[in-house]
C-alpha cells in the first residue's frame, strides 16, 4: 500500500521567515494531495492542495509544489505570522477508490 | 451549510465495554472517513463508507467498525475497548464520486470525539 513519510516532525522559524515542508509518497498512480492544518485542540482544516496533472499551486502566503517524477510534494508558507503555528499533515490519495494515507505530521512554531 | 458533526463529544468507558460513535456529514456529501487520532501515531485512517459501503478500509483490527446509512450518516462501532484505544476520533466528509472524471475527496473534519477507556 501507500506510504507516506513527512519531514521534519518540528519546524521552528522567526516571523517572516518561509517554512517549507515536504511528503514522499511511494505510490507513482496517487494522484491528489492535500495539505491540513491542525490547531491546538480544533478538527484538522485543508488549507491547499493539488492534483498530479499541476506542478504547482499557489493560494496567498501558501504554495504547493509536486515532483511526481521524485514522487514529493511539499507545503511552502511564505511571510510566517505567529497564526501560522500549528500541526501541518500532508496526504496522499491513490486507488481507483481513492484510498487516503496521511503523514505523520509537522508542528510547526512561529516565533514572535 | 451546517459543518460535520460528531456525537458525543466526550466518552469514558471502562475496558471490555463498546462504544458506538455517530457523525453527521455535511448536506449532500455522500462520502464519509473516520480516523484515529493519538499523540504518537497522527491520524491513522480506519474506513470509508459511501452511498451505504465501505470502499476502502485502514489496518485496525476487527473490533472497529462501522456503517453508513441512507442518508449518509455514519456511526462507528468499538467492540471490547483496551486501554489503546483511547483516542481522539474523526470523522470527515466529502462529496465523493467524479465530477468531470476529477475524484471529488476534498475533506472537511468534524469536532471529534474524545474517548477515555479506563
Known amino acids: 500500500g501507500e506510504n507516506v513519510e513527512q519531514h521534519p516532525s518540528t519546524l521552528s522559524v522567526q516571523e517572516g521567515d518561509s517554512a517549507v515542508i515536504k511528503c514522499t509518497y511511494s505510490?507513482?498512480?496517487?494522484?491528489?494531495f492535500p495539505w491540513y492544518k491542525q490547531e491546538l485542540g480544533k478538527r484538522p482544516q485543508l488549507i491547499i492542495d493539488i492534483r498530479s496533472n499541476v506542478g504547482e499551486k499557489k493560494d496567498q502566503r501558501i504554495a504547493v509544489t509536486l515532483n511526481k517524477t521524485a514522487k514529493h510534494f511539499s507545503l511552502h508558507i511564505t511571510e510566517t505570522q505567529p497564526e501560522d503555528s500549528a500541526v501541518y499533515f500532508c496526504a496522499a490519495y491513490s486507488g481507483g477508490y481513492q484510498k487516503v494515507t496521511f503523514g505523520t505530521g509537522t508542528k510547526l512554531q512561529v516565533i514572535p | 451549510k451546517a459543518g460535520v458533526t460528531q456525537t458525543p463529544r466526550y466518552l469514558i468507558k471502562t475496558r471490555g465495554q463498546q462504544v458506538t460513535l455517530s457523525c453527521s456529514p455535511i448536506?449532500?456529501?455522500?462520502?464519509v472517513s473516520w480516523y484515529q487520532q493519538t499523540p504518537g501515531q497522527g491520524l491513522q485512517f480506519l474506513f470509508e463508507y459511501f452511498s451505504e459501503t465501505q470502499r476502502n478500509k485502514g489496518n485496525f483490527p476487527g473490533r472497529f467498525s462501522g456503517r453508513q446509512f441512507s442518508n449518509s450518516r455514519s456511526e462507528m462501532n468499538v467492540s471490547t475497548l483496551e486501554l489503546g484505544d483511547s483516542a481522539l476520533y474523526l470523522c470527515a466528509s466529502s462529496l465523493g464520486g467524479l465530477a468531470g472524471g476529477i475524484s471529488r475527496n476534498e475533506q472537511f473534519f468534524g469536532p471529534g470525539t474524545r474517548l477515555t477507556v479506563l
Open positions: 448536506s449532500g456529501h455522500r462520502s
Open positions: 505510490d507513482s498512480a496517487s494522484n491528489y
